[in-house]
């Protein structure tokens, strides 16, 4: 996102947690900062992505000297609903404009600066941060001028990535079981309604073991247990999520947290037999 908001010609400050991936940045032009205050003095415009709300509550409070009134905050972070109220009570402590922003789009869209943007916030804030949003984003989608409700959309949106996945994950993994060339069940659903070209992308890493994260297993399950708590919250039990969320847990435990969350086929398997399936 930041090499992309260079890219289109904006004066870019980066600053990362650890410093180290945020220095090849400088080769786009961006400027690494050495502290979120240094990142956030005299920007018009704050944008955030971290791993959760806690992570990104600590970051603001850390850039709170070099924030003024009336900038921008672009919150961006996964940050499920109990956690997204605290920073817009962060942002109306340092009387900051705040756009809950959360985005749709792994490692590969991100690069190529095409991800879906949620966003809700002041519609007077729009065309002003278009240039911004252009650059990280193919689309944003405006759904309220109320913080919160883009984080409901991304929390409804997600549910249905992780439950996708995990299906993917479980054909596989049964066709393994079960001795099932796992080409003739994609041969099998081809063309037809069943097929998805997702479905594919997450065979083809399962079956090739190259799960190079472009959304990891760690961050998949923070977010399912999001998802959870969401829907307890609003009284919708979520008994898919609920599981979902366990074999991620699970996928960590065995080793592969750092992995594509297509890694959820992993838990398929006891610990010492997750490496054994032929696919």
């Known amino acids: 996102m930041a090499r992309n908001l260079c890219r289109a010609g904006l004066d870019v400050r980066v600053w990362n947690r650890t410093r180290a991936k945020a220095e090849p940045l400088a080769d786009d032009g961006a400027r ?16 955030t992505m971290l791993f959760d709300a806690e992570a990104t509550s600590t970051t603001v409070r850390a850039a709170a000297p070099g924030l003024r009134p ?7 972070t996964t940050a499920g609903l109990e956690g997204l109220e605290p920073l817009a009570e962060l942002a109306r402590e340092y009387q900051l404009t705040f756009i809950d922003s959360p985005v749709l789009g ?43 409700a883009a984080t409901r959309l991304k929390l409804v949106c997600n549910s249905w990535v992780l ?12 066709a393994d079981g079960l001795g099932v ?4 069940f994609l041969d099998a659903i081809e063309g037809g309604t069943l097929d998805m070209g997702y479905l ?35 009284g919708v039990q979520l008994d898919v999520a609920a599981a979902g969320a366990e074999r991620f847990r699970r996928a960590a435990e065995q ?18 037999e997750g490496n054994a399936g032929g696919a």
Not at 35 to 45: F, I, L, M, Y
Not at 70 to 76: E, P
Not at 163 to 171: K, P
């Open 32 to 47: 690494v900062a050495e502290s979120p205050r240094e990142a956030v003095e005299g920007a018009d415009v704050v944008l």
């Open 70 to 76: 009336g900038m921008v905050w672009l919150q961006c």
């Open 106 to 148: 792994t490692r590969q869209p991100a690069e190529a600066g095409k991800l879906l943007v949620l966003a809700s916030g002041p519609s007077s804030e729009r065309t002003g941060l278009a240039p911004v949003l252009d650059a990280i984003g193919a689309r944003t989608v405006w759904v309220s001028e109320e913080p919160g």
């Open 163 to 174: 439950t996708v996945t995990h299906g993917a994950a479980e054909a596989m993994a049964l």
């Open 181 to 184: 060339d796992p080409q003739n």
């Open 200 to 234: 594919r992308i997450k065979a083809e890493a399962i079956r090739s073991r190259d799960l190079t994260p472009s959304f990891s297993v760690s961050t998949a399950e923070k977010d399912a247990g999001l998802i959870v708590e969401a829907g307890r919250g609003a």
């Open 255 to 272: 080793g592969h947290a750092e992995e594509d969350m297509a890694a959820s086929y992993f838990a398929s398997f006891p610990a010492d």
